[in-house]
Structure formats: structure tokens, C-alpha cells
């Protein structure tokens, strides 16, 4: 314990030397025994804030300890030797500290904080943004509701008008680690032909984490998550070992999707009839890159011009090696019905499981099976490190199918992957895979489909062979980036499909000029006997204030356009984008693309107009609404149904508050807002934006740290003081002032302390707001504020306000 320190008052500037508390003062970090609101600190990682109860030992009567419940001792993420080594005292609701050698915890009232520190041996495994599973938080309970709308408009010369509306999004519940979701997905459309609308909810399913086995549990309706198998749709339950709860340096990557939008156009990314993403992007290059990680398998993509135009292709998300660390087991187990369109079960029932083993340090072994009716495959295979040169897995997979029609069929299939970033030459593989398959190999969604349809079967073909790549090269000496993407796809019995897209982008100056790039594009698409070829060149000139020139020329579809346009970035929240473009033998047209981050919406809007051709115009909104326990707030979202949190300002509104992206979002009337830039399983940060607060709002603690589990809506309350400030003198009711060095309170707040004579400098003053005045160790008086504070606070005639005793 602390010795006492005894102050020379003889050294205090102070008229009434007899008049002084200096108690608080007297021990080094000294907190009265109590309770306390404090966010603990564990080296450097903050857990939120707790009620921490500081109590006098029983060998210092005078001094004061921290009390670390059970249950906080559980969130430190010790060891479980380290954590066993730990005994309490307090009739067992505090732990020793002495427990374990260099533990220590110190409180400071002034930041509100408890400094835990603790030798890193006794701790689980740690990285930078990453926090074991005894402190990831499974957030408060509420509901959900997000959305993402589209609309657009068209009039044709020679296709008459047309409208649509589509939406998707998720609705949702939380209560403790579950999360229950609803997927639904709804189109009007209106042509000269008439109108159709449609509202489904396509996708009802509950999820949860399982902390001590790293896995995902699921159940409901679902779509089979794999990497040796075809996925399927199917109503039951699965366990998935689950990447995003390992170290970021452990996971996957999330997909991204490329291409070239000729005009203002909408893209829509789907699987098996899902709609994963859906928004509004302006002509040219679009990367779409905000993809769940959780997304695998093949990916459809359909760009909508606002010409009229169609643009459809795929894309392979397979994983990288699937590989594991010496002793551990990724698995995934499933079991339930399949299911056809809108999850209709098949009566079938259908069990999978898979698995990767790390043997050794570089050698994996891999494993599966699926059992659907009379349907059985076998998968079995290896996957090596290679250390420098990267990592591999290859696997091969056999089905026995007993069909109506054809009887027994049998079939192989193999399959390679590789992964590699070379460092030394800025190049890095992210995923390249190959698949052949014999003609008699059938996947599961085969299978169901002969069952269901038989002679009727339609020709979707069999698969034969799949290559993949996707490529990343940097020449830093030449300031040059290329970038390669490949896919194609053969089958048995129809033609092949084939998208590859390669791209290479230089930064250069030209004089005072900066920054100035120039990207060469080519892109071709071949699905269903068609192709579909493009060369796109673009040059961009920056001339700062947020402001370039862009130049492109594209060729394609058996004509060239030539587009010069403007963007501007007129601050954090909005953008705009003004062009104008010709093609070979046409008219010319002219666009318009506008974005807004808003506090509640994101919305894009854009109009495009060609004499004698098409007028059209476009807007997608994203939003969504949070209700919880703590109160509720409209938002921006980030990935639907995906983890938030929730920022408290206790009642203050309008203080801007920030998580991961660019763009604050500002608390409502009821001082809440939500935050969707967060990542589950990472440690994340958010806080007040100091830069743009108010003149007369102060924050304490503006930063939070926290790690959410999936779907998670996390809650965090900032200290927030609204008011005037003001300088005051503060006198009893028989004449004398509170000593030197009483303090403040509002709300149990310190607004400020006692100097001599009474003078005190109050910050978060309101108009008729009661402070305490504490001494002693305890509130000795009360003071009142006016209901009309002075105009000048810091004028030569202080504020004088009367201090009530408390025995009054």
C-alpha cells in the first residue's frame, strides 16, 4: 500500500490556512472506498466499463484496493493454468492480487480508468486487433431492420417508358449469443405491357457462436457452406469452424468483383437466387470489394445500364488452401433437407461433414462426405505449406448416384489450389485453382434435379473442367500496378464460359501536376456461345481542392465511346460526378452521378440522357433501423443483418461520433447513433470526432476499444458534459467557503474544485442544474444554478451561488 503524504501548507498561496481538505490528495492514486463506473484497462486493451468496488484491506484500514470480481477475472484472457492459480477474498468476491506475481491494478478517478497490468505469459494468445474469446462481447438484446432500395426510371425511343423498384435486406432479433435473422427480397416493375411486383422472404435462420470450439452454429435455412463439395440449399442445422474467430492473420480474404460499367448502371450480385449486393455505380471501372467473407463458391454478376444494356458474368470465391496448424481441426458438419427455390424441402435428408487436420508443421490432411438419398461422394486429399513459395491443396472427390432414368452412375473429380504472396516481388497469387471433373461425376444440386425433374431434366450441362486465377503485380520502381483475373468453365455437353479481365495502372507528375494515373482495361466475357470484348483507357488528371478531369475511351460491343468527366469531392459526405460521352455514330449523351453519406441513408442517385435514344434516371438508398433495450436510432449500414454498435451520449444530440470508415455519424434527439463499420471478431475502436464537436460539449473517454462477436449490437456510453463555462464563488449559508480542494459533482460527475475563497471554474453548466459539494468524504452542500446564467463567464464579478447544507 501507498504510504500517506502530508502536505506543507505553509507552501500554499491560501488566505484561510485552516480551511483545507487535502484528504483526497493525501495517498498517491487514493480512492475512497466505494463503487465506481470505470472502463478497465489490461495492458492496453480496454474492456468496457464496469462498476469496480473499491474496498479498505483488512491490514490497511486507511487505504483502499481495487476488487476484481470473478467475473471480470474471467474477461482478462488469462491462461487456464494462470487462471487457476487465482484466490479471492472478501467472502470470495474479490481476487488476491498477489495471486499471481507483477498483477497489478490501479484506479484514477480523474480519467475514470482501472490500469490492469499483467505479465504477457500469464495471458491466451494475443495480436495487434485481436482479443481472445473471454473478452469478445456478445453485445445487448434488440431488434434490426436494414434495407437496400433501387429505382429506376427509363424511357426508350423505341421501347416506350419503364420503372422498377427492388429491395432486399434483413430483419432481425438478438437475445444473448443468438441472433435470429429473416432474408427478404422484393421487384415491381411497370412496362407498356403492364405491372408485376413481388415480395419474398427468401431465407429464415438463427445463428450463434460456439467461443470454445471456434465455430459458427446455424439453423434453419441455410445454403451449404463447403470447399470440396457444390453447394445446395437445404433446411436443417450446421457447425462450420469459423475463420473470422481465429487471428486476422489466420483468416481468409472476402471476394471482390470487377468490371466496367458503360453508362450509369445498377449491379447485382446473386448466388443461387440470393441477392448478396445490389447498388447504383457510376460509368467506368467499378470494384465492389465489401463482399462478407463468409461468401464462396461461384458468384453471379449482372450490370444493368441505363441504356438498356445487360452486362451478366461469373466469378469463382473459392478459398485459399484449406489448411490447418499442427494439431488443429477446422470441420464442417451439416444435416437436413434440401431444398428447391424460396426453401421448399425435398423430403431428402442430407448429411455432409469435412475436415483439414495439420499432421505436421506443413502437412494438412483433408477430408468429406456427403450422403443425400441415394447419393453418396467421397472426398479425400492433402495440403502442403511450401514456405516461401506459398501453399497448396489438392483433393479428389468420387460419387456414387443412383438415378431413375440411368441407373448406377460413378464419377471422379479433382481439384487443386495454390496461394502466394512473394514479398521480395510485389506480386502475390490470391487464389488459382483447377477442377476437372469425368463426365459421369455428378454434384449434389445434379442429383436433386434428376430426382425432381427426370426426363424434364433441363440443360444446364455437366461440368468438365474450371481453371481460376486471380493475380496482383506491383513495379514500384515504374510506379506501375497490374492486375489479372481469369475464369473459365467447360462442360460436357454445352459451350464453354470464360471471363478474364486484366488491368494495368500507372501513377506519374507532369510538372506541377501530381498524381496523375493512367489505367488500360481489357475485359472479355463468353457465356452461352456469346462474347463480349472490351478495351477501356482512362487517364485522370487531379487538380486539387478534391477535384479531376477524367478522359476514357472504350471499345466494345462493336462501337467506341469517347467520355471526358468531372469529379468533385466536396467533403467527407458527398461527391458528384458530371460527364458527358459519344459513340460511333450516335448522339452524344450526358450524365450525372451524385453520392451522400448521410447520419441515416447512403444514397446514390443518377440521370443520363442521349438525343433521340433514352432519358434515365436512377437512386439507391441503404439504411436501417436498431431498437434495442437501450434505445433505438436510424443508421447507415455497412453489411446487413451485420454487427453494430450502438453509441450512448447520455441525451446529448448532435455529437459526432465515429467508428472504422471516413464520415462521422451524429447522435439523435435522444443522444443515440449506430455505427455498422465494425468488424466482428477484430478489435475495434470507435469515439467521439473531437475535430467537429461543439463549442460547448466536452467528452470524457471519447475513444472505446471493443471486439463484437457476429451480428452482434454492442453498446458503449460516453461521458458526455453539455453547458456553459463559467468561473463562481461558492459560499455556505454562515458566511464561510468549502475548504481547498473540495470538489464538484454533476450526476457524480467532477465539473471542478475549490480553490481559495471559494472561487471554482465549472464546466458543463446548465441553467438550473444542482451540483454536490464534497468533503470530508461525503456531499456536505448543494449549490443551484440560475435559471439564467451571466453572458460574460469568466467577467471580474463571479458568479456567486449559495451552498445548501446537505442537513437542511
Known amino acids: 500500500m501507498a504510504k500517506e503524504v502530508e502536505f506543507n501548507l505553509d507552501n500554499l498561496d491560501v488566505s484561510d490556512r485552516e480551511n483545507i481538505d487535502m484528504s483526497q490528495f493525501a495517498r498517491a492514486g487514493f ?12 495492458n492496453k486493451t480496454e474492456i468496457p466499463a464496469l462498476l469496480i468496488t473499491f474496498l479498505a484491506p483488512e491490514d490497511d484500514p486507511k487505504g483502499s484496493v481495487a476488487c476484481l470480481s470473478p467475473e471480470l477475472v474471467q474477461q482478462l484472457g488469462l491462461k487456464p493454468a494462470s487462471l487457476a492459480k487465482i484466490n479471492y477474498w472478501h467472502a470470495g468476491q474479490c481476487a488476491n492480487l498477489s495471486s499471481l506475481p507483477g498483477l497489478t491494478a490501479q484506479g484514477d478517478l480523474a480519467t475514470s480508468i482501472l490500469s490492469v497490468n499483467l505479465p504477457q505469459a500469464y495471458l491466451e494468445y494475443q495480436a495487434q486487433d485481436w482479443d481472445p474469446p473471454a473478452r469478445w ?4 438484446p434488440g431488434m434490426l431492420f436494414d434495407y437496400n432500395v433501387n429505382m429506376d426510371y427509363n424511357t426508350q425511343q423505341q421501347g416506350g417508358d419503364s420503372s422498377s423498384v427492388s429491395g432486399n435486406g434483413i430483419a432481425g432479433a438478438n437475445l444473448g449469443p443468438w441472433r435470429m435473422r429473416a432474408n427478404w427480397q422484393a421487384q415491381y416493375s411497370r412496362d407498356e405491357r403492364g405491372s408485376t411486383h413481388q415480395l419474398t422472404w427468401s431465407q429464415y435462420y438463427a445463428y450463434r457462436a460456439i467461443k470454445a470450439w471456434r465455430a459458427r452454429l446455424l439453423v434453419g435455412q441455410n445454403y451449404l457452406t463447403t470447399d470440396m463439395f457444390d453447394s445446395v440449399r437445404f433446411v436443417g442445422v450446421s457447425i462450420i469452424s469459423d475463420d473470422n474467430q481465429l487471428p486476422p492473420n489466420l483468416r481468409g480474404y472476402a471476394p471482390e468483383v470487377g468490371g466496367v460499367a458503360k453508362t450509369n448502371a445498377k449491379v447485382t450480385i446473386s448466388q443461387l437466387g440470393r441477392i448478396l449486393y445490389e447498388s447504383q455505380v457510376a460509368p467506368g471501372p467499378f470494384l465492389i470489394q465489401d463482399l462478407n467473407q463468409a461468401t464462396n463458391g461461384t458468384l453471379d454478376v449482372r450490370v444493368e445500364e441505363q441504356d438498356g444494356s445487360v452486362q451478366e458474368f461469373q466469378i469463382d470465391t473459392a478459398t485459399i488452401p484449406y489448411l490447418s496448424r499442427p494439431g488443429q481441426v477446422r470441420y464442417k458438419v451439416s444435416a437436413g433437407q434440401p431444398a428447391y427455390q424460396e426453401f421448399k424441402p425435398q423430403g431428402t435428408l442430407m448429411h455432409t461433414g469435412e475436415f483439414s487436420w495439420g499432421i505436421t508443421n506443413g502437412w494438412s490432411l483433408l477430408g468429406g462426405l456427403m450422403t443425400a438419398g441415394k447419393y453418396n461422394a467421397y472426398s479425400l486429399g492433402i495440403g502442403r505449406d511450401l514456405l516461401a513459395f506459398g501453399a497448396i491443396s489438392f483433393n479428389a472427390t468420387q460419387s456414387h448416384a443412383v438415378l431413375p432414368r440411368t441407373g448406377k452412375q460413378v464419377g471422379k473429380s479433382y481439384n487443386v489450389n495454390y496461394s502466394k504472396r512473394f514479398e521480395e516481388y510485389d506480386t502475390q497469387v490470391t487464389f488459382a485453382g483447377y477442377r476437372f471433373s469425368e463426365r459421369s461425376y455428378m454434384t449434389i444440386s445434379r442429383y436433386l434435379d434428376e430426382i425432381r425433374y427426370g ?26 500496378t497490374a492486375y489479372l483475373n481469369y475464369y473459365y468453365q467447360t462442360y460436357w455437353n454445352r459451350p464453354a464460359t470464360s471471363r478474364w479481365n486484366m488491368s494495368v495502372a500507372r501513377y506519374f507528375d507532369v510538372g506541377s501536376i501530381k498524381n496523375i494515373s493512367a489505367t488500360l482495361s481489357a475485359y472479355r466475357t463468353e457465356l452461352r456461345g456469346k462474347k463480349d470484348d472490351t478495351l477501356y483507357l482512362s487517364l485522370n488528371l487531379p487538380l486539387g481542392g478534391a477535384a479531376s478531369i477524367n478522359y476514357s475511351a472504350q471499345n466494345g460491343s462493336n462501337n467506341t465511346t469517347q467520355s471526358v468527366s468531372w469529379y468533385q469531392r466536396l467533403d467527407e459526405r458527398n461527391t458528384y460526378q458530371l460527364s458527358t460521352n459519344a459513340s460511333t455514330g450516335e448522339a452524344p449523351g450526358f450524365s450525372g452521378y451524385y453520392s451522400r453519406t448521410g447520419d441515416i441513408t447512403q444514397v446514390n442517385t443518377s440521370a443520363s440522357y442521349k438525343a433521340g435514344a433514352y432519358r434515365s434516371a436512377g437512386l439507391s438508398v441503404q439504411g436501417g433501423a436498431t431498437v434495442t433495450t437501450q434505445g433505438a436510432a436510424l443508421h447507415r449500414t455497412n453489411v446487413a443483418g451485420g454487427t453494430r454498435l450502438m453509441v450512448d451520449t447520455e441525451g446529448v444530440s448532435g455529437v459526432p461520433v465515429q467508428g472504422g470508415g471516413s464520415a462521422s455519424t451524429h447522435t439523435n434527439l435522444f443522444g443515440k447513433a449506430v455505427i455498422t463499420d465494425v468488424s466482428s471478431y477484430y478489435r475495434n475502436q470507435a469515439g467521439i470526432d473531437l475535430n467537429n464537436l461543439a463549442d460547448n460539449v466536452e467528452a470524457e473517454r471519447p475513444v472505446a476499444q471493443f471486439t463484437l462477436t457476429e451480428g452482434a449490437i454492442g453498446y458503449r456510453k460516453f461521458g458526455v458534459i453539455t453547458g456553459q463555462k463559467l468561473m463562481a464563488v ?23 474544485i475549490v480553490s481559495d475563497s471559494g472561487n471554482v471554474w465549472l464546466s458543463g453548466v446548465n441553467p438550473g442544474v444542482k451540483m454536490a459539494v464534497r468533503w470530508s468524504g461525503a456531499t456536505q452542500c448543494t449549490i443551484t444554478l440560475p435559471e439564467v446564467l451571466p453572458e460574460d463567464p469568466t467577467g471580474e464579478n463571479n458568479l456567486l451561488l449559495p451552498c445548501i447544507d446537505s442537513n437542511d
Not at 480512492?31 to 489490461?42: A, C, L, N, S, W
Not at 462481447?137 to 445487448?140: F, L, P, R, T
Not at 481453371?467 to 506491383?474: M, P
Open 137 to 140: 462481447d456478445d453485445g445487448i
Open 31 to 42: 480512492i475512497m472506498p466505494g463503487q465506481y463506473e470505470m472502463v478497465v484497462r489490461v
Open 455 to 480: 426426363d424434364r431434366l433441363y440443360a444446364r450441362g455437366s461440368d468438365k473442367q474450371t481453371y481460376s486465377v486471380t493475380l496482383n503485380k506491383q513495379f514500384r520502381s515504374l510506379g506501375v
Open 730 to 752: 461558492i459560499r455556505r449559508a454562515d458566511g464561510s467557503f468549502p475548504p481547498f480542494g473540495a470538489s464538484v459533482l454533476n450526476n457524480g460527475r467532477e465539473t471542478g
